[in-house]
């Protein structure tokens, strides 16, 4: 029967969530399975990988293969690089304290570069807050200017306007206004009387009595 370490899918949807399985070749990717050695979260930075070295050094020794991406996992976390000194250790090639202690140290580097890529992402994601903290507060900066100086200019805008008095001009009716009487001359009076002018010429005209008597006492001579 051929054996295969591979990924059993769990989690909900677009959030995976994977065991660590060794199965049969033959059976479908999540169905039933031999052993669950591990498991592996790749939603978290870094992502989460726990795993049974020993288990899964015994089933590589034993003829177990593993898929791409459990082969990447295995090596990530030491699985091959110990069972190559198993190997070696069998073939006689170095002693097992030898494989114990070069795993060992092999485990403490791994372990400070990890360590050392976990804090380079968490400053990472700490710069990028405080330059996306300090981005939103030039914008709200840049957006409470804005408003005042739009309020200013509201501000100005609705000042009141001094009105001016308007004057109301009196209306005066034509039937209102009293026109003086002017006094007639004499030309125009002559004109208008002409019994009167005839009157006058008359009385320039006719003699005086008494002056008449005068003359004729005068004229005559005594006897």
């Known amino acids: 029967m051929a054996v295969r370490i591979r990924l059993k899918r769990q989690g909900r949807k677009q959030r995976p969530y994977y065991h660590i399985v060794v199965a ?79 795993f060992e140290a092999w485990l403490k580097e791994k372990e400070s570069k990890i360590s050392g890529h976990a804090k380079s992402i968490t400053d990472s994601k700490a710069s ?47 039937s209102e206004i009293e026109v003086p009487e002017v006094e007639a001359s004499a030309s125009e009076v002559s004109e208008e009387t002409p019994q009167a002018a005839e009157v006058v010429e008359a009385e320039e005209e006719t003699p005086n009595v008494d002056e008449a008597s005068e003359e004729s006492s005068a004229e005559t001579p005594e006897a």
């Open 128 to 174: 990028e807050k405080a330059a996306r903290l300090e981005a939103e507060r030039k914008v709200n900066q840049a957006r409470e200017a804005a408003l005042a100086q739009a309020e200013a200019e509201a501000q100005i805008t609705e000042a009141p306007e001094v009105e001016t008095p308007e004057v109301e001009t009196p209306e005066v009716e034509v």
């Open 24 to 102: 049969d070749a033959r059976s479908p990717r999540d169905g039933r399975f031999i052993e669950r050695i591990g498991n592996y979260d790749p939603n978290t930075q870094p992502a989460t990988i726990e795993i049974n070295v020993d288990k899964a050094v015994n089933w590589l020794q034993n003829g177990a293969e593993a898929t791409d991406t459990v082969r990447a996992i295995l090596s990530y976390k030491g699985v091959l690089y110990k069972n190559h000194l198993l190997n070696g250790v069998r073939k006689g090639a170095l002693t097992e304290e030898q494989a114990v202690a070069k």
